[in-house]
């Protein structure tokens, strides 16, 4: 398969989606927009596209980040749902999918760094891609806001501090606010990129040492486990 990956910084990198991507041997392409390389305009070539993350929100216009095109990549990721590819958006990505479907993202209630647990839904606890996942899991974040919900999506997941951690909003398109993708290497450049004295007065903020030291390989094996899912059931409709 052909697993496209937007990418809108060096410091939010796709982490266990790019992992599983090479493992299963599938073929990877991106827009490193970071570095001015185009968004796809040929959607048909690919099978999985992945919106990552960034310091950016649907808002930010060209003026202020001269490379974050908020409308373009609704553009791609509309006409990669309705082509009927694989659309998976993380953080950012989750809200510019929502926005892509008419729905406004939201400020979260609260500020969210570190490794939290979520617990899924009853539609996500039932749900055949998520059931592996458990009521509770622990799972990385990094955000301020949340995506925003359309007639037809589900919540899939929630954490005491964000009520929309996992969107699904179509059979193949699904929204992550949450960072299962994190490893220490890609936490590591985040804490470089990103001042956190500001912030760790709120509850679910953790020290930098402590972000460093948590084990993220569960997360990252129930991801990988949900992707060889998706793509079983991308195959079947294919």
Known sequence: MHIHFIVHEHFEAPGAYESWANKRGHTITYSRVYQGEPLPKNVEDLDFLIVMGGPQDPSTTIEQCPHFDAKGEQEVILNSITAGKVVLGICLGSQLIGEALGATFEPSPEREIGKYPITLTEAGMTHPLFSHFGKVLDVGHWHNDMPGLTNG???IAYSAGCPRQIVGYRDLVYGFQCHMEFTK???????ENDDLSDVLQYRFVDEPEVLL?????????????????LESFYKSKH
């Open 213 to 229: 030291n948590h084990n993220y390989d569960e997360m990252n094996q129930k991801l990988h486990d949900f992707l060889d899912k």
């Open 185 to 191: 290497d890609i936490v590591a450049l985040l804490i």
């Open 153 to 155: 999506s589900q919540v």
